[in-house]
């Protein structure tokens, strides 16, 4: 059994940097696909970025801002967030699945999801 667990949300003010981890476990993870997704209140949830072991792709929205990262060793993805605006309050959640990682978006099937991490940005 896949199982994925974050850390690492908090308050933060505009402008400001917060690193996500999520740690995986029962897969490694050049097996999977990994992808990071948000739920801002009384908003759907929407995927940010994906990545594969060849190619990671981010959305407009946090293009330049956020970058994903891996440590094989320690079998745990990392989400670098700069620049955090307000806008970017959310739930955050990494998720694992299969897919393709396109230039143009992700066609991800993920089928584990961590329990989520909360990111709130204001001063």
């Known amino acids: 059994q896949v199982q994925l667990v974050e850390s690492g949300g908090d308050l933060v003010q505009p402008g400001g940097s917060l690193r996500l981890s999520c740690t995986v476990s029962g897969s490694t993870l050049d097996q999977v696909v990994i992808g990071w997704l948000r739920q801002a209140p009384g908003k759907e949830r929407e995927g940010i970025l994906c990545s594969s072991n060849s190619n990671t792709y981010y959305e407009d929205s946090v293009k330049g801002r956020f970058t994903i990262s891996k440590d094989n060793v320690k079998n745990t993805v990392y989400l670098q967030m700069n620049s955090l605006k307000p806008e970017d309050t959310a739930v955050y959640s990494c998720?694992?699945?299969?897919?393709?990682?396109?230039?143009?978006?992700?066609?991800?099937?993920?089928?584990?999801w961590g329990q989520g991490t909360q990111v709130t940005v204001s001063s």
């Open positions: 998720a694992a699945g299969t897919g393709r990682v396109q230039d143009t978006g992700c066609l991800i099937n993920y089928r584990y």
